[in-house]
């Protein structure tokens, strides 16, 4: 590229204590704070913080719900609250979709945002980018910010005692990034930028390979450890590296290809509720490496069946008309280009059923 830009990565503070981290870090914004988030995030992190802030000059002045879900009509109703608009900066509470919301909020409000997952579920709170929904669920698009939140704080403790099911539903969401990354970028020349974000995507599967089996069962058992410190680091923070690298806003877009493009399809159907982003995604990434051929594709299929996620269509309520449906709404979306060759229904078809017929065997 030849014309100026600017380039902004995470940073963050991790571990069982990271919360008395927050004066030393947040002092310089201001001093008075809100809360926004889950409730149950919320629930769970509001006194930690509260410790974590106690004897500094800092002010918690109000405590929101984010409203459910990241929605541009949330942000509006957020933007409204006396505590948001009274507040130096926000603390975003919660997983992906409040992460999300919050950061649209901070956007327009132009307020410094510190994000608190309280789950490693997606890599959301590290990410400038911000996937929005309309309110019947379905997806409304993309936001971009020129940045990512100004810090991360992951309590691992809160971690691990999270909800399993979304830590599982996390680890098959960031299974997504390395390949969808490697099938974006194949043949395309990349200048320094997105050529690092390549680089890093690279390193996002080994981990979850590794880790990811005992940090599940760690988290079954609400037991901080390193597997669950490794892994959370790969779900929030590596993958979300790659993001802020290989996102230039509408200038260039190398963060997702197939297996999030049948999420964002699949996401029409009614039954799409009823199951995680990141279970849906992990059989999106099979699918993926099923029509690329990829020689991986047995591997982490089987790596999927050991930890319980999804490597059949029934295990996601999809039937063959629902695929149609799939099928259908994928060419609507940026991700569908996002291959070294040209992607057709028919192509897509064969992968998702030869995916589901192999898911079958194992």
Known sequence: MSQSYSLFLPSYTIGPDCYKEIPAIV?????????????????VATEPIKEGIAGSDLEIIGSEWFGGDATYENVDMLMAKES???????????????????????DKLGKPLFNFPTL?????????????????????????????????????????????????AGIGDAMSKEFEVKLAT??????????????????????????????LEDCRNNRESNAITETA???????????????????YYYNASLAHCF??????????HKHLHGEVVSFGVLVLLTCD??????KIAKFHK???????????ECSPEDVEVILDDCPHHLDWSKTPYEMTREKFKKAIFDMDAYGKTL
């Open 27 to 43: 002092k310089r914004y201001g001093k008075k704070i809100v809360l926004v988030g889950g409730k149950t995030a919320l629930s």
């Open 293 to 298: 051929e990829d020689p991986d594709r047995d």
């Open 84 to 106: 948001v608009q009274e507040a130096d900066m926000i603390f975003g509470v919660g997983g992906g979709r409040a992460a999300d919301c919050c950061k649209v909020l901070a």
């Open 233 to 251: 680091l790969d779900i929030i923070i590596s993958t979300g590296i790659v993001s802020n690298l290989v996102i230039g806003g509408p200038k």
């Open 186 to 215: 194949r043949g395309v020349d990349l200048f320094h930028t997105p050529l690092l974000g390549q680089a890093v995507a690279c390193a996002c599967a080994n981990p979850l390979l590794q880790y990811g089996k005992q940090a």
């Open 120 to 168: 490693a579920s997606n890599c959301a709170s590290s990410t400038a980018l911000c996937v929005m929904y309309k309110p019947d669920g379905s997806m409304a698009g993309y936001y971009y910010r020129e940045r990512c939140c100004d810090h991360i704080f992951i309590n691992t403790k809160i971690i691990a005692e999270s909800p399993v099911e979304l830590f599982w």
């Open 306 to 316: 050991e930890l319980g996620l999804p490597v059949t269509l029934a295990e996601i």
């Open 263 to 272: 999420y964002n399809s699949y996401t029409k159907l009614p039954q799409a």
